[in-house]
Each structure stands twice: as structure tokens, then as C-alpha cells.
């Protein structure tokens, strides 16, 4: 079962890389929700996802073409989706310095209502504790991909992941605390 | 009831009035770190942040949005604007040094005539 679907994903990747439009609206279609919910994980402003999903998704499709193995899509697209979203952590932190008390890169809460339970707001607030990287790992476990996968999405071992993730756990754990 | 043991018992009375109801629930809920419920209930408020239409927005704007110029592209632009400084250090290098040596030699020509008029004179 997951072969055919893997398949099927195979096919619609390869039938996007050749340009076919409907193909590409289907690849954003079924994966929107989840790149949206990986984009809040790593920044934890819902004001950004819109806008950083949609350069995910730009960016998905001027570079498919040049993805080799299109089996290899989702671990591909969720690597575009998290060097998307450090490159704007990084960039607001730069703006940060340089205009220190620009309104729009103050630390805007999330308006009343966005979060709706005490566990989210304290996993949030964990997130939110932690170093970019380590979000990025968490979010991406959280989105089944294996460890072998983020080695390759890192460039670094399978142990290096595992201790980084041990590590990135202890400290979510350290901050989550509902209240 | 010893006076000294009312007074624990009402320090402790106070301080269990202290914690909130739920507590214990919360202690484990702290110690176990977030759920996988609460990661899909993060994701789910992630997903609904994206306006209806995200998909037909996104295919429009690839198509709008001119792309980001490539590394080939920012290094060719290093190397151009690299080679520019490089030949106006140059040229200005050169034009100063010309300069220079005009100066020095109508310096020395001065010099000359000035000498050969010594020389000339009786």
C-alpha cells in the first residue's frame, strides 16, 4: 500500500518536473498543511506562515527540476522548508540588531484565541527557547521523517542526529511547562 | 494538639492553597514533555493560517516573481564588480603616476634652463 502511494508520489513529482501545472497544484495541495504546520513549528508566528509556506513552495517549484531521485521528494521538500525558515529566523535576527526597535520585528504575541489550549501555548513557549537547528529537528521528527533522512538533510551522521535529538528533547522538556 | 503542631498544620493547609487545581496532572504532564496531541494541535494551527486559494497563489507568484539569481550568477557578479575595482585602482594609479612625471619633469626642465642660464651668463 505505502509502495503505490509512493509511486504515485514518484509520478507526480516527475509529471510537476516536466511542468505540468496540475501536477504542480497537486504537490502544493497535499503538502500545504504540513509545511504550514512545519513553518509554525519553527518560528512560532502565525503571521509568518502564510508567507514563508508560499516561498517554500515557489522555491519547490523552480528547483524540481533539479531534484534527482523523485522518490526522495518529501525529505527534499522539508529540507527546502527548514533552510527557509532559518534563513528568515536568521534575517529577523540581523534586522534585529541593526534596527533594534523597528516595530515590526518586536516579538509580536500570538492575538487571543490562535492558541487554544494550555499544552500548545506551552509547547510553544518551549519552542520558542530553543535554538532554530534544534526546532528544525524536533519539527522534523514530529513529521516522520527518519533519522537517516535529517543526517542527510544535515550533512551529518545517524548518531550525530540521534545525540543532537536527545539533547534538543531534554531541553524542549526543560522548558514545557504547562501552566 | 501541641501549639507548635497547629502552626505546621496551618503552614502546610497555606501552602497546599497554593497550588492550583489540576496540579498533579500538570507535574506529569511537565515531566513527560508534549504530547503528540500536542504537537498535531500545533501543526493544525499552523495549517490553518493558510488563506483558501493558497495553492492557485503560489503558482501565480512562481510565475510573476522573477528568480532568485543563482550562485553562479552572485559569483559572476563578485568577479565583475572585483575586476571593476581592480582596473579603476589601476587606471587612477597610472593617471597619477602621469601625471606625477609631468610635474617633475617640467620641474627638472625649469632646473635646466635655470642652470644654462647661469651657465650662459658672464
Not at chain 1, 508520489?9 to 504546520?37: K, N, P
Not at chain 2, 495549517?47 to 553562479?72: E, K, N
Given at each position: ?39 509554525y513549528a519553527m518560528t512560532g508566528r502565525s503571521d509568518y506562515v502564510e508567507d514563508l509556506s508560499q516561498q517554500v513552495f515557489i522555491k519547490m517549484i ?98 550525530a542526529v540521534k545525540a543532537r535529538l536527545h539533547r534538543a528533547r531534554e531541553h524542549l522538556r526543560e522548558h514545557y511547562t504547562p501552566i | 494538639m501541641k ?111 635655470v642652470v644654462q642660464d647661469a651657465d650662459n651668463a658672464p
Amino acid at each position: 500500500m505505502e509502495s503505490t502511494s509512493s509511486t504515485a508520489l514518484a509520478d507526480l513529482v516527475r509529471r510537476a518536473q516536466q511542468g505540468e501545472e496540475s501536477a504542480q497544484r497537486e504537490l502544493i495541495v497535499s503538502y500545504q498543511h504540513r509545511v504550514a504546520g512545519f513553518v509554525y513549528a519553527m518560528t512560532g508566528r502565525s503571521d509568518y506562515v502564510e508567507d514563508l509556506s508560499q516561498q517554500v513552495f515557489i522555491k519547490m517549484i523552480r528547483a524540481l527540476d533539479r531534484l534527482q531521485a523523485p522518490a526522495q521528494f518529501e525529505s527534499w521538500l522539508f529540507r527546502l522548508a527548514r533552510n527557509t525558515c532559518i534563513d528568515q529566523l536568521r534575517r529577523q535576527k540581523l534586522r534585529r540588531i541593526f534596527l533594534p526597535f523597528g516595530e515590526e520585528h518586536e516579538n509580536i504575541p500570538e492575538p487571543p484565541g490562535a492558541v487554544d489550549s494550555e499544552e500548545l501555548d506551552a509547547l510553544r513557549h518551549a519552542l520558542a527557547q530553543l535554538r532554530p537547528q534544534d526546532r528544525a529537528l524536533l519539527a522534523l521528527v514530529q513529521e516522520g521523517r527518519s533519522h537517516a533522512e535529517i543526517a542527510e538533510t544535515l550533512g551529518t551522521s545517524v548518531a550525530a542526529v540521534k545525540a543532537r535529538l536527545h539533547r534538543a528533547r531534554e531541553h524542549l522538556r526543560e522548558h514545557y511547562t504547562p501552566i | 494538639m501541641k501549639p507548635e503542631d497547629k502552626a505546621w498544620q496551618s503552614l502546610q493547609q497555606h501552602a497546599a492553597a497554593q497550588l492550583r487545581s489540576g496540579f498533579a496532572a500538570r507535574v506529569v504532564r511537565a515531566a513527560n514533555g508534549p504530547t503528540d496531541a500536542s504537537w498535531q494541535s500545533l501543526r493544525a494551527v499552523g495549517a490553518a493560517q493558510l488563506r483558501p486559494g493558497f495553492a492557485a497563489r503560489v503558482l501565480s507568484a512562481a510565475r510573476r516573481i522573477p528568480g532568485a539569481p543563482s550562485l553562479l550568477d552572485q559569483l559572476g557578479l563578485c568577479v565583475g564588480t572585483a575586476v571593476l575595482c581592480i582596473v579603476g585602482t589601476l587606471f587612477f594609479h597610472s593617471r597619477s603616476l602621469e601625471i606625477e612625471n609631468e610635474r617633475n619633469l617640467a620641474t627638472w626642465q625649469r632646473i635646466a634652463m635655470v642652470v644654462q642660464d647661469a651657465d650662459n651668463a658672464p
